[in-house]
C-alpha cells in the first residue's frame, strides 16, 4: 500500500435553501482510486470547481470520505483515532500563507508544530533548525515573518509542516499569490524536499510549469480523475487539455502549434533544449 | 491625456521612525484607452501606486491630475474621481454580500444616486460586459464557481462607468482558461469601449498577451516603462528584481543559442511561432 491510497472515494455535500431544505446534493469527489507511492513527487490538475482541493483535504483528515477509503500511511482516515498521526503524517500548507503563519518570529512560528506534539525543547531547537535549512531561510530565523515576502513566508509555511516530520506533503497551490521569484523560490524548495529529503510531495497548482517536475500528473474533471500519467504523456494531449479548462507550457504549446504548421516534431516536448534539439537535428 | 503623475513620493508612516518610502519621485502618464500592465515583485510599490490613481492614499509630495485637473486642489471632488477611476482589487469576490448578483452589481450606481432604472441597466449592461451568462442574473453571487464571482465583482466596479479601470491581479487563483476567458473580456472592453485599463499581473506570459505598455516598478520607482518587446529585452535585469521574462523568451533564446536565427525580442506563443517558422526556412537553406 502507498503512502496516500484512495480507495472509491466520494465527497458530497447538500445544498440547502434559505428554509434549511435541501435543495440539491454536489458530488465534488466521484470515486477517485489513487494510489501514491512512498517518496513520489505527484501534481494535481483540475479547473476550478474540478474537486482537486476537495480531494487534497481527505488526504489531510480535514474532510472525511462520504463514500471510500482514504489509508494515510495505512491509516483510515476516517477513524477519529487515527486524525492526529494522519496530519502528523501528512502535512498541507495552503495558498495564503497570511492564513497560516502565527508566530512573531520566523523560529517561533516553524516550532508551533513540534512544540505541541509535545517534542522536548531541545529537539524542537534541532527541529527549527533543520527545516529552516532545508527550505533556504535559516539566516531569516530571527525575523518577523510581517516582514518577509510572499515567497519567504510560504517556505517558512512549509518549514512550519517540515518540523513535524511528516512523510508526506499536500500543497494546495502554494504559488498562487507568489510572484515569478516567489514561485521559482518554493517550487525549488518543494522539489528539494522530494529528492533530498525522500519526502513525498502531492502538489496542487494552476501552473503548468510547475507540474514537469512531478513523476506523475492526475488531471481532475468533475470529480473524477480525467486524465493520469508522466508529464510529458499529459502535455502530448494539448486539444484534451484545453476542453478540460487547463493549459500546457508554453514550449510545449510552441512545438504544438509548431507542428500544426508542418514541422515534424514529437508530442509533449516539455523543455527548450528539447525543442531546440529536434529542430537543428543536433 | 487621461492620467498624469507629476514627482509623486509616498511615504508611509512619515515622520515617525518606522517611515517607509513606498513611492519614489514617480512620473507617469496613462493616455486615454491605453491598455498597461504594472509588474513589480511583490513590495515594490504597485499597489500603493494605483491606490493614489483613485484618490485612496494621498501622496506625501508630488501631483496627481485626472484631465488636466489636480486632484489634490481643494475644490476638486474626489468623490467623482472614485466612480470615474474603477478600483478592483485582489480577490474581489470577498467584496460580494448581496443576495443575488444583480442585486450586487446594482449597489455601486444604487449609491451614486441614480434612478431605479438607470441603476439596474447600467447593472444589466456591466454584467453582459464582463460576460455573465443571463441565467446566473439571480443566482446567490457565493453559488457562483471561482471565475464567474470574479466577473460579478468586477461587474460592480464596471457599473460605476469608470473612465479607468485598474486591475490588481484579476486572475490569481483562477484556472488557465478562466485566465484567458477574464483577460480577453477585459481586452475586449478596452478595444470596444476605450476604457483606459491598468493591470497590476504577476504573470508575465499574461502581460505579454495583452497589454500594449509594461511599467516595471521596483524599490518605489518605474525601472522600465515601454512595449512589451522593449521591456522584455532586460530579462537578465528583470530577474535580479525578482521578475522574469515570458517562458517563450527563454525558448528563443535557447534556440538562438543552437543556431536558429530567430528573434529573440518576441514575447508570445503567436509571434513565436511565426519568427520560429522564418528562421527554420532559413536554416534549412544553409544546412542543405
Known amino acids: 500500500m502507498g503512502i496516500v491510497k484512495t480507495s472509491d472515494v466520494t465527497y458530497e455535500y447538500i445544498v440547502r435553501n434559505e428554509e434549511g431544505n435541501v435543495e440539491r446534493i454536489v458530488t465534488a469527489v466521484d470515486q477517485v482510486d489513487l494510489d501514491i507511492a512512498p517518496g513520489e513527487f505527484v501534481a494535481i490538475v483540475g479547473h476550478n470547481g474540478s474537486g482537486k482541493s476537495t480531494l487534497a483535504k481527505q488526504f489531510n483528515a480535514i474532510l472525511h470520505p462520504t463514500e471510500g477509503t482514504v489509508w494515510v500511511d495505512g491509516m483510515d482516515t476516517a477513524q477519529e483515532e487515527n ?20 508566530g512573531q518570529v520566523v523560529e517561533e512560528d516553524v516550532g508551533f508544530g513540534p512544540e505541541n506534539m509535545g517534542i522536548p525543547t531541545r529537539e524542537i531547537w534541532e527541529r527549527v533548525e533543520e527545516s529552516l535549512r532545508a527550505v533556504g531561510m535559516y539566516a531569516y530565523r530571527k525575523h ?28 494546495d497551490e502554494p504559488t498562487a499569490m507568489l510572484d515569478p521569484n516567489g514561485r521559482k523560490e518554493v517550487i525549488r524548495a518543494v522539489r528539494g524536499l522530494n529528492q533530498v529529503e525522500g519526502i513525498t510531495v502531492i502538489l496542487i497548482t494552476h501552473y503548468m510549469e510547475e507540474v514537469i517536475y512531478a513523476d506523475r500528473v492526475f488531471v481532475m474533471d468533475q470529480g473524477k480523475v480525467a486524465m493520469t500519467g508522466t508529464p510529458r504523456e499529459i502535455f502530448s494531449q494539448v486539444e484534451r487539455l484545453k476542453e478540460l479548462r487547463m493549459d500546457v507550457p508554453q514550449v510545449t504549446l510552441l512545438a504544438h502549434e509548431l507542428k500544426k504548421r508542418g514541422v515534424a516534431l514529437p508530442d509533449g516536448i516539455l523543455t527548450a533544449e528539447e525543442l531546440a534539439e529536434y529542430l537543428t537535428g543536433a | 491625456m487621461s492620467i498624469i503623475m507629476d514627482h509623486v513620493n509616498y511615504i508611509y508612516e512619515a515622520d515617525t521612525p518606522m517611515a517607509v518610502a513606498a513611492l519614489k519621485d514617480v512620473c507617469l502618464e496613462f493616455a486615454e484607452g491605453e491598455f498597461v500592465g504594472i509588474i513589480g515583485h511583490t513590495g515594490s510599490g504597485k499597489s500603493t501606486l494605483i491606490q493614489h490613481l483613485n484618490g485612496l492614499l494621498k501622496a ?138 491598468l493591470l497590476v499581473s504577476h504573470s508575465m506570459e499574461d502581460v505579454a498577451e495583452y497589454v500594449d505598455r509594461i511599467i516595471v516598478m521596483n524599490q518605489g520607482s518605474v525601472l522600465y516603462d515601454g512595449q512589451p518587446r522593449e521591456v522584455f529585452r532586460h530579462y537578465r535585469e528583470l ?50
Not at chain 2, 64 to 93: A, C, M, N, T, W
Not at chain 2, 159 to 169: N, Q, R, S, Y
Request: hydrophobic letters at 40%; proline letters at 5%; glycine letters at 8%.
Open chain 2, 239 to 288: 530577474e535580479e528584481i525578482g521578475l522574469a521574462a515570458p517562458q517563450v523568451t527563454y525558448i528563443l533564446h535557447s534556440l538562438k543559442e543552437k543556431g536558429l536565427d530567430v528573434d529573440v525580442d518576441a514575447t508570445t506563443v503567436g509571434e513565436a511561432v511565426e519568427t520560429v517558422m522564418q528562421a527554420l526556412a532559413r536554416f534549412r537553406k544553409t544546412n542543405l
Open chain 1, 83 to 102: 486524525v492526529w498521526n494522519v496530519r502528523q503524517t501528512a502535512g498541507m500548507v495552503f495558498q495564503n500563507p497570511d492564513n497560516q503563519i502565527i
Open chain 2, 60 to 197: 506625501t509630495s508630488g501631483h496627481i491630475y485626472f484631465h488636466g485637473e489636480d486632484i489634490y486642489d481643494k475644490e476638486y471632488d474626489r468623490k467623482k474621481l472614485r466612480s470615474k477611476v474603477g478600483l478592483v482589487f485582489q480577490y474581489p469576490e470577498h467584496q460580494l454580500f448581496e443576495v443575488d448578483v444583480f442585486s450586487d452589481v446594482c449597489f455601486g450606481p444604487k449609491n451614486l444616486g441614480l434612478g431605479k432604472k438607470e441603476v439596474e441597466l447600467r447593472a444589466y449592461e456591466a454584467l453582459r460586459q464582463v460576460g455573465m451568462p443571463d441565467e446566473l442574473f439571480y443566482q446567490s453571487p457565493f453559488e457562483l464557481s471561482g471565475g464567474q464571482k470574479r466577473r460579478a465583482a468586477i461587474a460592480g466596479v464596471l457599473a460605476m462607468k469608470p473612465e479607468v479601470l485598474i486591475l490588481d491581479e484579476p486572475t490569481a487563483g483562477l484556472d488557465p482558461k478562466g485566465r484567458d476567458e477574464i483577460l480577453g473580456q477585459i481586452k475586449k472592453l478596452q478595444q470596444e469601449t476605450g476604457m483606459t485599463i
Open chain 1, 144 to 171: 518577523s515573518p510581517s516582514r518577509l515576502s510572499g515567497g519567504q513566508k510560504q517556505r517558512v509555511s512549509i518549514a512550519g509542516v517540515l518540523a513535524m516530520h511528516p512523510k508526506c506533503i499536500v500543497l
